[in-house]
């Protein structure tokens, strides 16, 4: 079974702060997917990584998939209330493209 | 709006009754995806169709569940005999079948056994 371990679990900073967030696995991954989840609704795609050593920006936002393919990281710059959720990643592997998820990290930013 | 699409978005049931959930893909995507998420859990594979085909079944999906596809377009969650455990949102996700391609979600439906 592939586990996706994340940490921190729980995440509360102040405003303006940088955070970094981490998805790991002893599994290799063929792509991995960091999400966004709001209370009561569904998960939100932000990016999807399918290269080892592959970083992509969106705004603040940082992701790196590792050279192993086995762990990921979410990076956020100057953290605003705005970025408050419950941040998942989630891993498919070759031949079996379901999407195994990581247990979450659910970040507060404090204005 | 073209994104997955779940209908009921909330259902609350007696304990015993069943109840049917029911996802419309994005267009033209020929994979859907059943997870399922309870309260501070990431979701968890429940089971996927490619097309009508369905090709994987977790173990999670007892035998009260069933999921459908007739014709490879929208797809129906069943569950029978709902027990208090079966409370949980019911997310449904589409993707082409393409290597490493996007899966993307729906809203999801929020089920609730009294």
């Known amino acids: 079974t592939q586990l996706l371990e994340q940490s921190p679990q729980f995440l509360s900073i102040q405003e303006g702060e940088n955070l970094t967030v981490y998805c790991n696995s002893s599994?290799?991954?063929?792509?991995l997917q960091w999400y966004r989840q709001e209370p009561g609704e569904g998960p939100v795609l932000l990016v999807t990584v399918v290269t080892g050593g592959e970083v992509k920006k969106l705004k603040r936002l940082t992701f790196q998939f590792g050279d192993a393919r086995k762990d990921s990281s979410l990076h956020i710059t100057a953290a605003q209330p705005g970025d408050t959720g419950l941040y998942l990643c989630?891993?498919?592997?070759?031949?079996?493209?379901?999407?195994?998820f990581g247990t979450g990290t659910r970040l507060t930013i404090i204005p | 709006d073209t994104g997955v699409s779940q209908d009921p978005r909330h259902k609350i049931t007696k304990r015993g009754q069943n109840v049917t959930f029911r996802c419309d893909p994005i267009?033209?995507?020929?994979?859907l995806y059943w997870y399922r998420q309870t309260l501070g859990q990431g979701p968890e594979f429940l089971t996927y169709f490619q097309n009508e085909a369905q090709l994987e079944k977790s173990r999670l999906l007892s035998d009260r569940f069933s999921a459908e596809r007739p014709k490879g377009s929208f797809s129906t969650l069943e569950i029978q005999r709902t027990e208090q455990g079966d409370s949980a949102m019911y997310l449904c996700a589409s993707s082409l079948d393409i290597r490493g391609n996007t899966i993307y979600f729906g809203e999801g439906s929020w089920l609730t056994v009294v």
């Open positions: 267009s033209e995507h020929n994979r």
């Open positions: 989630a891993g498919a592997s070759w031949g079996n493209e379901k999407l195994t």
């Open positions: 599994s290799v991954f063929s792509s």
